[in-house]
């Protein structure tokens, strides 16, 4: 099993869309969570953070289901610069250094919105 | 406050040559990280130091490469012998500990001809 596994899509929407994105990972010590999101030809950029008690920012919401293993952004009212791909992140579980402490990304979720 | 930087930005170099890039993480933060990414790929995970830990060197693809980080401050990442399957971009990121939230810089794209 992958690590941090998510759908690449292209997830095509509507401007006005709601949409949302799942991620699957397969450390149950991992202790952060992150979305990013990275525009063509450019660095990631982090988009939230993810808590356990879930997380609004605006028109995003992320949630995270620890029994699970989940974690999942909804977009609400998606515009056209929503338009990216959107990386699901988790780091090894455990404490300081050596790989628990590594951020592994998922391959990332593409997204586009359209007039 | 000044974020991640990377240089050079570019690089060009011929199949075999010894290639060095350079991380200059946010002041302050121990953890950092370096990845690559190749053209439509998703980011490939090489190398994680955290402080004065032992890196975790569990990504690097092979013995060509290898990379070095001064205390807590300038990482540097050396590919020996470059190979064709070595292009792509070489992103550093770094974070205030090993759970906190990463900056990423912008990248070097590495062509090897």
């Known amino acids: 099993r992958k690590e941090v596994e998510q759908d690449p899509g292209p997830f095509n929407v509507p401007e006005g869309a709601t949409v949302a994105f799942n991620c699957t990972y397969s450390n149950s010590a991992s202790q952060s969570f992150f979305w990013y999101r990275q525009d063509c030809r450019k660095e990631p950029k982090l988009l939230m953070s993810?808590?356990?008690s879930g997380n609004e920012d605006g028109r995003f919401t992320a949630q995270l289901n620890r029994a699970s293993q989940y974690i999942s952004l909804l977009i609400r009212d998606s515009k056209l610069s929503d338009s990216a791909t959107y990386l699901c992140v988790v780091n090894g579980g455990g404490n300081y250094g050596g790989s628990q402490g590594n951020l592994i990304f998922g391959k990332g979720t593409k997204l586009s919105v359209k007039p | 406050g000044a974020g991640v930087s990377q240089s050079p930005s570019n690089k060009v170099t011929e199949k075999g040559k010894d290639v060095e890039l350079r991380c200059d993480p946010i002041s302050g933060h121990t953890a950092l990280y370096w990845y690559r990414q190749r053209l439509g790929q998703g980011l490939e995970f090489l190398i994680y130091?955290?402080?004065?830990?032992?890196?975790?060197k569990s990504g690097l693809p092979s013995d060509r490469f290898s990379a070095e980080r001064t205390g807590e401050s300038v990482s540097t990442l050396t590919i020996q012998r470059t190979q064709q399957e070595d292009s792509a971009v070489y992103l550093c990121?770094?974070?205030?500990?090993?759970?906190?939230?990463?900056?990423f810089g912008p990248g070097t794209r590495l062509t090897v001809l």
């Open positions: 993810v808590y356990s």
């Open positions: 130091f955290q402080g004065n830990s032992a890196p975790d």
């Open positions: 990121a770094s974070s205030l500990g090993p759970r906190g939230e990463a900056g």
